[in-house]
């Protein structure tokens, strides 16, 4: 995360203000699970029982989330909420319909910052907040939903594609079934890993090439670093046959051998090699080719 709430917490408790300033140095929120020490197992298995599918938070944290009165904080205690707030001009998540997903890397820090921003979200409402422990097992019920996606800090080359499939996985699960009403998606990439921004606009891009039957209208807004303007990002439309077209003959490792007909998206959603005609997936091509439902060959044809 970027101007993370464990931050805030920790170093820059000036932001809440003086009434709450007392209140995070006495309850100290950014320990709710340092029981688990540096165990991401452990903390996603505890955030599965505390938010996931049936799951049940205990009188403890429930407690602790009160005291901390998540209602008053202001959106600049982090750059998800600042964004999130200066584009919807609200502090939390609509009564409706409405779904707001984070996304958080597969580390302790990185799990606690989204649980306190879901918190933040939800203005402190935790019976909205739900845990999905793996990105394609969302549904797309109202609230605040935060995804475990591994491997999002871009630690990496090969666990970013797995990052990346999981990302376009989540989209696939967030599209409407066969008679719903199309989605509207609105994409708030101001915090967490700037390295993962590319691949973002790039899956929004991909959101975007969806017949409007399925996805209404897609938006990506970022927040700027040095002053307090929200910019929207300007995002191509893709054209889905044709990428499916161009995608078709990968092997589930991202390898191909042979080359494209079409080398449209080559250095984007692939890279090829002219030489040895062969073709491997990028990150982005793997996330793409996910969202798009595009199968993986066993054997990439020659």
């Known amino acids: 995360m970027g101007r993370s709430l464990l931050d805030t917490f920790t ?5 809440f203000g003086d009434h709450l300033r007392p209140v995070i140095t006495k309850h100290q929120p950014q320990n709710i699970l340092a029981d688990l020490g540096t165990s991401t197992d452990g903390v996603n298995g ?43 001009r609200r502090n939390s998540v609509a009564d409706d319909n409405e779904l707001v997903v984070l996304l ?9 910052s989204g649980l306190w921003t879901a918190v933040g979200i939800a203005d402190g409402e935790h019976h909205r907040i739900r845990y999905v422990a793996e990105p ?13 996606v591994p491997y999002l800090d871009a630690s990496n080359e090969r666990g970013f594609i797995t990052a990346m499939s999981g990302l376009g996985a989540l989209g696939h699960a967030l599209l409407p079934t066969s008679g719903g009403q199309p989605v509207n998606f609105r994409l708030h ?33 970022v927040l700027h670093d040095t002053s307090d303007n929200v910019i929207q990002l300007p995002l191509r439309t893709l054209y889905p046959d044709a990428i499916r077209n161009e995608l078709a003959g990968f092997a589930p490792d991202g390898s191909r051998k042979g080359l494209p007909a ?10 090829a090699d002219l ?26 044809r020659g």
């Open 11 to 15: 170093k820059k408790r000036e932001l």
């Open 46 to 88: 505890r955030l599965t029982a505390w938010f996931g599918e049936g799951g049940h938070l205990p009188e403890k944290p429930a407690s602790l989330i009160a005291a901390v009165e998540a209602r008053l904080w202001p959106a600049t205690v982090c750059a998800e909420m600042e964004t999130f707030t200066r584009v919807t």
């Open 104 to 112: 958080a890397t597969d580390t302790v820090a990185g799990l606690v």
């Open 136 to 148: 394609a097992s969302i549904t797309p019920a109202p609230g605040v939903a935060l995804v475990r």
């Open 189 to 221: 990439l101001s915090g967490g890993f700037k390295a993962a921004i590319p691949y973002l606009i790039g899956l929004a891009e991909g959101l975007r090439s969806f017949p409007p039957s399925q996805v209404a209208d897609v938006e990506a807004y």
């Open 262 to 271: 079409e080398r449209s998206m080559d250095g984007y959603a692939y890279t």
């Open 275 to 300: 030489v040895g005609r062969t073709a491997r997936l990028t990150p982005f091509g793997a996330g793409l080719r996910t969202l798009l439902g595009i199968p993986a060959e066993a054997i990439g």
